[in-house]
């Protein structure tokens, strides 16, 4: 068994990772204390075909992973043009790239023998734990805001889960389902605060060198609670660190124009997320005015020089139709992204080289 502990990002206490504690007791959110291997294509399983086959990387406890996994993971990389190749992390058992962090925390959670969890979600993610949890045989809560895609309470509600419909923002959502969790003592299973789930997200960059030998100049990664974009940070220090990439790429993290602390907070050079009035918006993935895990975040930002974008609201329904026509029918906060880009090169100049995932499936925010 792998050495693997909680450690408070706030006041450095050490807990096993078999506790129910949300977080620690001072408040601080848990990350992962261990010591990944080098990363070693050599040491990839090529004959696992899911993520699991970077699980030497990985701070499994044991091989509960096998009862749980549906295949996630492997996703092509397409060229959408000269310079951008789209990731199709929505290949995926639930249509989204939760699914890479979901199948980690569930498999997590078997391992220590939790039968039933909470969650809070702006729809992909209650989803995934949804699905996994269904597989694992666990039984699963969701909280999703009023407003969420009909198609994604639809899915959520088909894997088995009860579903609560919260009125008013996503933070307040989060807000009842961590009361609920408070009250009842159950595990919470919760995309941001659960450090296993980057254990899962980072793979996404680990897939993108095994299949490109490299990788790209720019990566844009969609910013609302950091859970793609923290795996992917992660996953680029120990590249960068087992000597496989020898600089690291121009990060460039978006946010909706609508929805935008960390753009805010950068350009105050504050060491935590901005307080703003959040607006509505289409892309709502990534509407997140409180994002709970913000000081670790920008701390990424400021250490690689990762560069801010938001999206304009107005030209994310353009983006969609554009990628579209090409035959790719991805969701609102998807094309948030494309829209982003466009107006980063619009700033910048051309952008060669640039890596933009494609998070989740068109058909599951048409609404």
Partial sequence: MKEVKYECTKCGHIEEVTTRKVKCDCGGLWRLKWEAPKFD?????????????????????????????????????????????????????????????????????????????????????????????????????????????????????????????????????????????????????????????????????????EQLHRIPKNIFVPLGNGTLFIGVMKALEELLASGCIKEFPQVVALQSEHCDPFFKAVETKSNEPAKIAVKPTIAEGIAIGVPMRGAEILNYIYKHNVRLITAPEDKILEARAEIAAKGIYCEHTTAASYAAYKKYCEIFGRTEDTLISMCGAGLKSDH
């Fill in 41 to 209: 294509l050599n040491k990839i399983d090529r004959d696992t075909w899911s993520l699991f086959r970077y699980r030497e990387f990985m701070p499994l406890l044991d091989e509960s992973w096998r009862d749980v996994t549906l295949g996630e993971g492997m996703t092509p990389i397409v060229p959408f043009n000269d310079d951008v190749l789209f990731k199709m992390d929505y290949f995926m058992p639930t249509l989204s790239f939760k699914d890479r962090g979901a199948v980690v925390v569930v498999a997590h959670c078997k391992s220590i023998g939790v039968d039933s969890v909470l969650q809070d979600s702006s729809g992909n993610a209650g989803n995934s734990v949804a699905a996994y949890c269904a597989k694992a045989g666990i039984e699963c809560e969701i909280f999703v805001r009023e407003g969420t895609s009909p198609a994604k309470i639809n899915m959520i509600q088909a894997h088995g889960a009860k579903i609560n419909i919260v009125p008013g923002t996503r933070d307040h959502c989060a807000d009842v389902c961590r009361e609920k969790v408070a009250s009842e003592g159950k595990y919470y299973a919760n995309h941001v605060y659960n450090p296993f789930f980057y254990e899962g997200t980072k793979t996404y960059i680990y897939e993108t060198f």
